[in-house]
């Protein structure tokens, strides 16, 4: 049939294998056709390289196969090669983003008319351009009015009437249930036909004023700067000295193989000298030695302004158009980069606050991408098409390969390097501060790392002068967070952010438990601090605030260490310190460690945590926690480490605190004794029960002196020694103490008081052992009762007798009965102390014994080999109760051995 005139020569129709038309083409060059994808996806051909039947829409072309080339899938765009071309190809383009509202324009393409026994070739469907929307916070869209636009033309070019030029492809009609939009036809951008047609046919847009340069009445002026290709723009910085290959590096790669336009923008996010800006130069300086940038901006993101000023002088580069107006100008260029037909890469270098961005996003393109660095965390600074990657300090073996790399010219002053690596963290800016300080004055890691484990210097003493600082540092590790600090405290609740950093400074750098920070006495010093009241929430916002500037991490998932930070962070947080402020905020912290100290431990994992902490504190408040006194977090965390199981090292802890109290106090100040009380209990509870005794006698006769005998303290001396006279082979000699004692302790505290209760149980327990065990079993029975009414069933002293209890019933001759009170304790202290408690586990170590003592050897030597398990990976392999478990094990199996006929 002969050509319709009518109808333009580049329209075509996509066809069914049986040759019906299901939709519209048009050729954009000689065989090249452009399409609605989901008109190929409906006839299973949408994926590259399937084939389709294609002909002319005038009748001029016969059927002809088209072999998927492109598609894009989210803009609903396809690109075919036909084998045979239409008459002829689309006369102009026209940007769609550009169209002006109620512009006229046409749609011409396949109709599907209900019209029984009549078929219509195609169809003109005029209309009027209706603007844009951006469908799902992603796909920019045109849309078009027009009420004749109907199934079959998807796919046809939306043409202005003016002069045929394409303005956009029709993807889809729309029309609501409820009247709204009616007659809608969403368009997908001429803008993104030209990104799909990329290296197959150049398309050029018919330049006209967009919206922007036609703003303020032509105030705009032509910049008279023209731009050589490829073109760049700002000062990268240089690559530092030693630049290491970090596990971190793979992040451009990942962002730019994510998917077209699936990741455009990589937000590095971290602390302030984890080197964020030396990872974007490296990326940004690779990408274009390597020639995949058309164009590269670099801009040091310190302020809205700086980003304004620098997005208008690209702008005016790239357009050849000065715009008086910043915020004009910036979004000239966003424009531009919409538009652009050249790979980009925009780096925002230390930006600031997420706001300093608002509307300033370079648009999300598969041809360009965008690396901003910060130290800040906000969830404004993630969204579509962005991702946020945690920078983080070096690992071990990078930060010392670097510092090895950076005293690769003075091989005498490397050893130790590994060593000093740790100690500072591992944190980029600080190695090469450190590196550079040694250099210039010949110090090597060894004599560094004794200078900086000096606690009596500041951080700033053992960095380069400002003029001598490497690599264009603008600022010490020691200044380098103030800015951080400064913007978490502008944050709300304004001023609590910097007040929480100088408590965590004082603590352990590797986590402190959530509920220190809520604790009252924090809570008290912060509303001192800040002049007004400060609840729970303000003290958990204000950690989100310093979060959020990376001065520490905050997880309030992980309670136990829900706060963390660089320990470098906290040293110079500490530098800042006046001694006065120091003295008070430590003992305030450590008032806060004491109250939320449990006191039965459950938790071994937090008992750790919190004597880390304690240790942290006081280190970092020396003197502090010994004016006017010892802090009582001092012995807290001295009997936290012995009752965990470690009485080896609660001796060690409490030998340091006698010689410090004697040091500091004198040796007759309250706390000095104390500190030799404990000193004895862990002494003996280490296994020299003489040894605790004679250092008990000891005291007993100075407390007498300095306190007199009836003095809580000297009484609880002599409760002391009964129990270590009898665990150094003297039993006797312990029940007669007890028995003196006990007619003190009725004679001044009466029956009930908890240390009468405590020296009847003591003399119980030596009757036994004297061999007395009915006696000692019927006085428990006794005191069972009493303890029981005044302290409660759970209460530690109340376990420990039933403990007790059921010993001397299996020594004087019911070891069955033992068993049963043993497996009803052993709930119980399952319940109130823990599965891995010590006293836990003594009370399985005695159950397995009596079980075997019962006639039961095979049920003993199962539990003792379930004990040796528990007590190897909470105690450790070496711990006394350990080789006590492993010796009855071995005890147990032989015997067991013996018991089975041969």
């Given at each position: 049939m002969p050509a319709d005139p009518r109808i333009p020569g580049y329209l075509g129709r996509v066809l069914t294998a049986a040759g019906l038309p299901v939709g519209t083409c048009f050729q954009v060059a000689p065989m090249v056709l452009v399409t609605a994808w989901h008109v190929l996806n409906d006839l299973d051909c949408g994926a590259e390289d399937d084939a389709v039947d294609v002909d002319a829409l005038n009748g001029a072309l016969q059927v002809t196969k088209a072999r998927v080339l492109r598609t894009d899938l989210l803009r609903d765009l396809a690109v075919l090669r036909a084998d045979a071309p239409l008459q002829r190809s689309v006369t102009g383009w026209f940007a769609t983003d550009r169209v002006p509202l109620n512009e006229p324009v046409v749609v011409t393409g396949v109709s599907h008319v209900d019209d029984p026994g009549h078929e219509l070739e195609y169809l003109d469907a005029p209309g009027e351009w209706a603007g844009g929307t951006t469908r799902d916070s992603e796909v920019p869209l045109g849309r078009l009015s027009a009420k004749d636009v109907m199934r079959g033309m998807s796919g046809a070019p939306v043409r202005r009437r003016s002069d045929d030029h394409v303005v956009g492809v029709v993807s889809a009609r729309y029309n609501s249930g409820d009247g709204w939009l009616a007659h809608s036809v969403w368009v997908a951008r001429s803008e993104d036909v030209r990104r799909l047609l990329a290296g197959i046919e150049d398309v050029t847009f018919e330049r006209r004023p967009d919206p922007?340069?036609?703003?303020?009445?032509?105030?705009?002026?032509?910049?008279?700067?023209?731009?050589?290709?490829?073109?760049?723009?700002?000062?990268?910085?240089?690559?530092?000295?030693?630049?290491?290959?970090?596990?971190?590096?793979?992040?451009?790669?990942?962002?730019?193989?994510?998917?077209?336009?699936?990741?455009?923008?990589?937000?590095?996010?971290?602390?302030?000298?984890?080197?964020?800006?030396?990872?974007a130069a490296d990326h940004a300086e690779t990408a274009w030695a390597a020639g995949d940038l058309d164009l590269l901006v670099w801009?040091?993101?310190?302020?809205?302004?700086?980003?304004?000023s620098t997005y208008t002088r690209v702008a005016a580069d790239l357009t050849g158009v000065d715009e008086p107006d910043p915020e004009q100008g910036a979004q000239r260029l966003?424009?531009?980069?919409?538009?652009?037909?050249?790979?980009?890469?925009?780096?925002?270098?230390?930006?600031?606050?997420?706001?300093?961005?608002?509307?300033?996003?370079?648009?999300?393109?598969?041809?360009?991408?965008?690396?901003?660095?910060?130290?800040?965390?906000?969830?404004?600074?993630?969204?579509?098409?962005?991702?946020?990657?945690?920078?983080?300090?070096?690992?071990?073996a990078e930060a010392a390969t670097y510092l090895s790399a950076a005293l690769a010219d003075h091989p005498d002053l490397i050893e130790g390097a590994t060593g000093l690596a740790w100690a500072l963290g591992c944190l980029p800016l600080a190695l090469a501060q450190a590196a550079a300080f040694m250099l210039d004055?010949?110090?090597?890691?060894?004599?560094?790392?004794?200078?900086?484990?000096?606690?009596?210097?500041?951080?700033?003493?053992?960095?380069?002068?400002?003029?001598?600082?490497?690599?264009?540092?603008?600022?010490?590790?020691?200044?380098?967070?103030?800015?951080?600090?400064?913007?978490?405290?502008?944050?709300?609740?304004?001023?609590?952010?910097?007040?929480?950093?100088?408590?965590?400074?004082?603590?352990?750098?590797?986590?402190?438990?959530?509920?220190?920070?809520?604790?009252?006495?924090?809570?008290?010093?912060?509303?001192?601090?800040?002049?007004?009241?400060?609840?729970?929430?303000?003290?958990?916002?204000?950690?989100?605030?310093?979060?959020?500037?990376?001065?520490?991490?905050?997880?309030?998932?992980?309670?136990?260490?829900?706060?963390?930070?660089?320990?470098?962070?906290?040293?110079?947080?500490?530098?800042?310190?006046?001694?006065?402020r120091l003295a008070v905020l430590a003992r305030a912290v450590a008032d806060a460690l004491v109250s939320v100290w449990p006191d039965i431990e459950t938790d071994t994992v937090l008992g750790q945590v919190l004597r880390a902490n304690a240790d942290a504190l006081?280190?970092?408040?020396?003197?502090?926690?010994?004016?006017?006194?010892?802090?009582?977090?001092?012995?807290?965390?001295?009997?936290?480490?012995?009752?965990?199981?470690?009485?080896?090292?609660?001796?060690?802890?409490?030998?340091?605190?006698?010689?410090?109290?004697?040091?500091?106090?004198?040796?007759?100040?309250?706390?000095?004794?104390?500190?030799r009380h404990s000193l004895a209990r862990w002494r003996g509870e280490a296994g020299d029960p003489g040894g605790a005794a004679a250092a008990l006698k000891e005291l007993l006769a100075d407390r007498v002196r300095v306190l007199g005998a009836e003095h809580p303290h000297a009484v609880a001396t002599r409760h002391s020694l009964t129990r270590w006279l009898g665990e150094a082979g003297d039993p006797a000699g312990a029940a007669a103490v007890s028995e003196e004692l006990l007619a003190d302790h009725l004679?001044?505290?009466?029956?009930?008081?908890?240390?009468?209760?405590?020296?009847?149980?003591?003399?119980?327990?030596?009757?036994?052992?004297?061999?007395?065990?009915?006696?000692?079993?019927?006085?428990?029975?006794?005191?069972?009762?009493?303890?029981?009414?005044?302290?409660?069933?759970?209460?530690?002293?109340?376990?420990?007798?039933?403990?007790?209890?059921?010993?001397?019933?299996?020594?004087?001759?019911?070891?069955?009965?033992?068993?049963?009170?043993?497996?009803?304790?052993?709930?119980?202290?399952?319940?109130?102390?823990?599965?891995?408690?010590?006293?836990?586990?003594?009370?399985?170590?005695?159950?397995?014994?009596?079980?075997?003592?019962?006639?039961?050897?095979?049920?003993?030597?199962?539990?003792?080999?379930?004990?040796?398990?528990?007590?190897?990976?909470?105690?450790?392999?070496?711990?006394?109760?350990?080789?006590?478990?492993?010796?009855?094990?071995?005890?147990?199996?032989?015997?067991?051995?013996?018991?089975?006929?041969?």
């Open positions: 922007v340069e036609a703003a303020d009445e032509g105030d705009a002026r032509p910049s008279g700067r023209r731009v050589e290709w490829p073109y760049r723009c700002g000062v990268v910085p240089p690559r530092a000295d030693a630049l290491q290959v970090r596990a971190t590096g793979g992040w451009a790669a990942d962002a730019v193989g994510a998917g077209e336009a699936a990741v455009s923008t990589s937000v590095l996010s971290g602390m302030g000298g984890v080197g964020k800006t030396q990872l801009i040091t993101a310190a302020s809205r302004d700086a980003i304004l966003l424009s531009w980069l919409v538009n652009a037909s050249k790979r980009w890469l925009i780096v925002l270098d230390d930006v600031q606050s997420p706001g300093d961005l608002r509307g300033l996003w370079p648009p999300a393109t598969s041809w360009g991408r965008v690396v901003v660095t910060t130290r800040r965390r906000d969830a404004a600074l993630r969204g579509r098409h962005r991702r946020l990657i945690e920078v983080d300090v070096f690992s071990d004055r010949q110090l090597s890691c060894l004599t560094y790392h004794a200078r900086l484990a000096d606690r009596l210097r500041r951080l700033r003493s053992l960095l380069p002068e400002a003029e001598s600082l490497p690599d264009e540092h603008q600022a010490t590790v020691a200044a380098t967070w103030s800015l951080s600090v400064e913007q978490a405290n502008r944050l709300e609740p304004a001023g609590l952010a910097g007040v929480l950093l100088e408590i965590v400074s004082l603590l352990d750098p590797n986590g402190v438990p959530a509920v220190v920070f809520t604790a009252a006495p924090v809570l008290q010093w912060l509303g001192d601090t800040v002049g007004r009241p400060v609840g729970e929430d303000d003290a958990r916002d204000g950690l989100a605030c310093l979060h959020r500037l990376s001065l520490i991490t905050w997880k309030p998932d992980s309670a136990l260490r829900a706060v963390r930070a660089h320990a470098l962070v906290q040293r110079a947080t500490r530098d800042s310190l006046p001694q006065a006081s280190a970092a408040g020396d003197a502090c926690l010994w004016e006017p006194a010892a802090h009582p977090l001092l012995f807290r965390a001295g009997t936290s480490l012995g009752e965990s199981g470690s009485a080896a090292q609660a001796t060690s802890y409490f030998q340091r605190l006698r010689a410090t109290a004697v040091r500091r106090l004198g040796p007759d100040h309250p706390d000095a004794l104390d500190s004679r001044v505290s009466g029956a009930e008081h908890p240390s009468t209760l405590a020296t009847r149980h003591h003399l119980a327990y030596w009757r036994g052992e004297a061999g007395d065990p009915a006696g000692a079993a019927a006085a428990l029975e006794e005191l069972l009762i009493d303890l029981v009414r005044v302290l409660g069933a759970d209460h530690p002293n109340t376990l420990i007798a039933r403990q007790s209890l059921a010993r001397w019933r299996g020594e004087a001759g019911d070891p069955a009965g033992a068993v049963v009170a043993l497996k009803e304790l052993l709930a119980d202290r399952r319940q109130v102390l823990g599965a891995d408690h010590p006293d836990t586990l003594a009370t399985r170590h005695h159950l397995a014994q009596w079980q075997g003592e019962a006639g039961d050897p095979a049920s003993a030597a199962i539990a003792f080999a379930e004990l040796l398990t528990d007590r190897l990976r909470v105690l450790g392999a070496d711990h006394p109760d350990t080789l006590a478990t492993r010796h009855h094990l071995a005890q147990w199996r032989n015997r067991l051995s013996k018991s089975v006929p041969t």
